[in-house]
Structure formats: structure tokens, C-alpha cells
């Protein structure tokens, strides 16, 4: 049956690219595809682009799912943008919608409708190493994922570290919590140059009614909002990675594994998730290798979190400031009590020693 919901997929030149059975390419062996893209210029969207109109499938049973998809193969990798929505997005929240863009289709999993029969028949897809995911932002998402249904998304590029580590690139100086939203990405020139101005429209339906994702049958402009955050993925995704340098796409993929993990802490301590991917061995022999990156978690006294942070945040930025490293807190979604941080040992182990003298300074 002929879905009544359309849109425009943005493609490289050849999309055979980022369809599987030509190519091996996974976060291991990325670096592939940056060797072939990379005497290409800059354009525009609009000029380089090959729109595509695919149909967008709201998804209720495993059935309406591609094959391939369902059932991961060596021998077909796959290349995805992804997103969830919900209410209040995390471990605690509701997960409601799931999107999956595929270069001749979008997929919308219906959480609610399809309920977490539908979400765990994706769990071999969402945990496989054949299948990239390409997100922006994948903490939440990741907590939601793990906490609800027992999933440990794995083989992630998230966008918005991927847009880090260009700048980096760059020459850019690292600034303590700069981090593009979606919106700023989708802005930039060199990745879309378009406005979405309907993102905004969202954001303050969801400010107005926080179970704006909970509402069925979905409205048109609730598919449509839901097809927008994924279908321009798979173009950024190109647009990046043919930006980025073997040792970026390492960073790329081992941070965006540890991002995956940030907020799904447990008494597990990560032993059962997948391992991180290793230094490549070029790099091991480079003099200037990267050193290895790790996820630390930290207590802090119940109650005592406003005092770690700081009046306005200054002592945490000021810890940020010396270290290369990325801090973050569970916040109003939780967990409460522990800050997560991830960047080189060292670094890391410096940022745990100042927040421990932090804490210290409080008794």
C-alpha cells in the first residue's frame, strides 16, 4: 500500500555510496570513504545535491520494516540517519517516535501504537556494527533507549561531534560548550545552507503541550517534523566525513561510542556494551598519537550539585577551560547526582582531581 506521506531526500552525487552491498564501510573503515571525496569542493545543497522524493512509512508491526534492516548482515552494510522523539527524553521519559532514513525511504516507528514489541524487533539494528546510525546528539536518545527497552545503540557518528572535530581541524580553539544544535548545523553553508524555520514552529508546540509526540493518529505536521529531523542526515554525513583526517575519524567514532554510554551508567559498569573501537594502527605508529578516551562517572553529595557547578556555572567552566575534556550532568532528567566525563586519560584525570578538590572544599 502507497504511503500518502512524501518528502525530499538530499543525496550526494552518487548515492550509490552510501548503500550497502558495494562497499564496506563501517566506523572502522571510514576512513575510505574521506579518501574518495577528498579533492571535492564546497557546494551548496542546493547545487550539489540530488533530491530524491521517497515515501515516509509510519511503521506499527516489525512487517512494514526492510529486511535488511531487521536482520543485519555483514554482507549488506547499511548507512541510516536516526532520531528519536518523546516526552521528556531520557531513562524516565516515553519514547514515541522513532525515525530511520534510508536513502529511498523514511520509516517512522510508532512506539506508542506499536508498543515495545515494534521497538525491540529494532534491537538487533540499533546494536549492530553492520548498521551506522547517523545522529545529532545521541545521549538522550541512547539513555531512552537502554533504560526502556534494554538497547545499547552502537556504531553511531554523531553530527555534532563530527561538527568539533572539524573545527578542530580548522584550527579552532576548543570553547567549553560549544556545541551546535541541529538547526545551526543544517544553517551552515557547507553542510545544507538551509533554514529550518519549522524546527522553532516544534519547539514551541512542545513548550505549550509537552505530550505533543503522544497524540495519534499523527498530524501531518507531526510526520512532517518527525521526517525533517533525519531526511537531510546521510547528506551531512557525506559532507563531513570527506572533511575529516584519519586520526578525526577515530575521535569520531570511539566519542561517539562513549557518548552512547554517558548517561546509561549502572551497576554494570559497561561490561556487557560492545568495545570501544582501538587506535588504528597508523596512528599508534604517528608520534603524535592520540591517546586513549575514556568515560569516568562521578558521585557528588546528594544536594551538593549547585555548589560543584558553581555560581553560574563558573567553577565547572573554569575546569573545562583547563582541561580537554567534555563535562556533562544527568540534570532535571537524572541521574542526579553524578557528572560524566569523557576526553583523554589525562585529561579526564585531571578534571576528576579538580572536581574532587571541589567537593573536598565543601566539608
Known amino acids: 500500500m502507497a504511503s500518502p506521506h512524501k518528502t525530499h531526500i ?53 512487517s512494514q520494516l526492510p529486511a535488511e534492516f531487521l536482520q543485519p548482515s555483514c554482507e549488506r552494510q547499511l548507512f541510516i540517519g ?37 521497538v525491540k524487533a529494532c534491537k538487533p539494528a540499533l546494536e549492530s556494527s553492520y548498521i551506522t546510525k547517523v545522529i545529532h546528539d545521541c545521549k538522550r536518545d541512547s539513555e531512552a ?29 576548543r570553547v567549553p560548550d560549544d556545541y551546535i544544535s541541529f538547526v545551526g548545523l543544517l544553517a551552515d553553508p557547507r553542510f545544507g545552507g538551509i533554514s529550518y524555520d519549522e524546527k522553532e514552529e516544534v ?47 577515530w575521535y569520531l567514532a570511539v566519542r561517539g561510542a562513549l ?33 586513549e578516551e ?14 560543584v557547578i558553581g555560581k553560574r556555572g563558573a567553577n565547572i567552566l573554569s575546569i573545562k577551560q583547563s582541561c580537554s575534556a567534555e563535562i556533562f550532568f544527568g540534570g532535571d532528567k537524572g541521574p542526579p547526582d553524578k557528572v560524566f566525563i569523557i576526553g583523554p586519560v589525562k585529561q579526564v584525570r585531571k578534571a576528576e582531581a579538580m572536581l574532587r578538590g571541589r567537593m573536598l572544599q565543601m566539608y
Request: charged fraction near 25%.
Open 10 to 62: 538530499p543525496l550526494p552525487p552518487d548515492p550509490g555510496e552510501l548503500m550497502l552491498g558495494t562497499r564496506v564501510i563501517n566506523l572502522l573503515g571510514i576512513m575510505l570513504l574521506s579518501k574518495m571525496h577528498q579533492n571535492s569542493g564546497d557546494k551548496t545543497l542546493e547545487n550539489e545535491a540530488c533530491l530524491s522524493t521517497v515515501p515516509i512509512h509510519v511503521v506499527t508491526d516489525a
Open 82 to 118: 536516526f532520531d528519536c522523539e518523546g516526552v521528556d527524553l531520557c531513562r524516565d521519559g516515553s519514547l514515541c517516535i522513532m525515525q530511520l532514513a534510508f536513502p529511498d525511504a523514511i520509516y517512522l516507528v510508532d512506539a506508542i501504537e506499536g508498543g515495545e514489541t515494534l
Open 145 to 173: 533507549l537502554y533504560f526502556q527497552f534494554g538497547i545499547k545503540l552502537h556504531n553511531v557518528v554523531d553530527t555534532q561531534i563530527a561538527y568539533s572535530l572539524i573545527k578542530e581541524q580548522e584550527g579552532h580553539k
Open 203 to 249: 519547539r514551541l508546540l512542545l513548550r505549550q503541550d509537552p505530550n505533543f509526540w503522544t497524540y495519534r493518529p499523527l498530524s501531518e505536521l507531526m510526520v512532517r517534523a518527525a521526517a525533517d529531523d533525519v531526511r537531510f542526515l546521510l547528506f551531512i554525513y557525506h559532507k563531513m566525513v570527506e572533511k575529516l583526517n584519519e586520526r578525526s575519524l
Open 259 to 291: 557518548y552512547c554510554r554517558c548517561f546509561c551508567i549502572d551497576d554494570s559498569n559497561f561490561a556487557d556494551w560492545p568495545p570501544l573501537p582501538p587506535i588504528p594502527d597508523n596512528l599508534i605508529a604517528d608520534k603524535t598519537a592520540p591517546e
Open 294 to 307: 575514556i568515560l569516568s562517572v562521578l558521585d557528588v553529595p546528594r544536594g551538593k550539585m549547585g555548589c
